[in-house]
């Protein structure tokens, strides 16, 4: 679905990303692990269009989208649950949701989304008329997820979903992020918790300085002395 060639961005004269390399095949879950600093955020930001590429290509389906709009790659199916949550905090929750549906036009079809994920995340069903600010940090991201699958999602970037949560909510996010990929979305996970985030991935990427240095599969770089030893405490 996604291939990723020879990638960098920059800020200003500051190399972030140097010439990455990255595949990810349709259904699949992908994680991006690496120490803070890395360029993961950084590769999310310039997959979704919001930074733009210095050099490289990324091809999404068989079409170069490196220059393409962050709007238009939301058409497209690309959608961004960025870290840090980033929800809209004086609109209220609902109001957050139908913001993640502005490209779409089928009514009914967002009506319908808009229950599966209140299903998915009955907090925010019970919150919907209430300031998205007033929310708790665990709610806010349940929020920062669903609104990013109100685009209906073909590739879903999720950024550090569980960061500064309790652990309660953590294995709540995690059980959201594994229903998705139940649901054959294709999810591209950056996640400090590499532990976690390996024991659920097909493949997986580790990012040091801008560079990826290791893949595999989750279950390949779980037993990894080097990623045991630099990213799961081991």
């Not at 949701?97 to 229950?115: M, N, Q």
């Not at 069903?125 to 806010?140: D, I, M």
Request: net charge positive.
């Amino acid at each position: 679905m996604l291939v990723i060639r020879g990638l960098g961005s920059q800020y200003g004269r500051i190399s972030v990303l140097r010439s990455v390399n990255l595949v990810i095949g349709r259904h699949q879950l992908i994680a991006l692990v690496g120490a803070n600093g890395a360029g993961k955020t950084t590769l999310l930001r310039t997959i979704s269009g919001v930074q733009k590429a210095s050099s490289g290509q990324i091809e999404f389906d068989g079409k170069d989208i490196t220059q393409l709009r962050a709007d238009k790659r939301v058409k497209i199916g690309i959608c961004h649950a960025p870290e840090g949550r980033h929800v809209f905090g004086p609109l209220s929750v609902e109001d957050n949701l139908h913001l993640g549906a502005y490209s779409r036009a089928d009514k009914a079809e967002i009506a319908a989304d808009l229950e599966r994920n209140y299903a998915m995340f009955p907090v925010l069903k019970q919150k919907a008329r209430l300031p998205a600010g007033t929310l708790s940090g665990g709610q806010q991201q349940m929020l920062a997820i669903a609104r990013a699958l109100m685009g209906r999602p073909r590739l879903l970037l999720l950024d550090e979903p569980s960061m500064g949560l309790a652990p309660l909510l953590v294995e709540e996010i995690f059980n959201a992020v594994t229903e998705l990929r139940k649901r054959k979305i294709t999810i591209l996970l950056v996640e400090q918790n590499a532990n976690a985030a390996l024991a659920i991935a097909d493949q997986a990427y580790v990012m040091e300085t801008g560079e990826i240095v290791l893949s595999g599969s989750g279950k390949e770089l779980l037993g990894n002395e080097r990623v045991r030893e630099a990213y799961l405490g081991i």
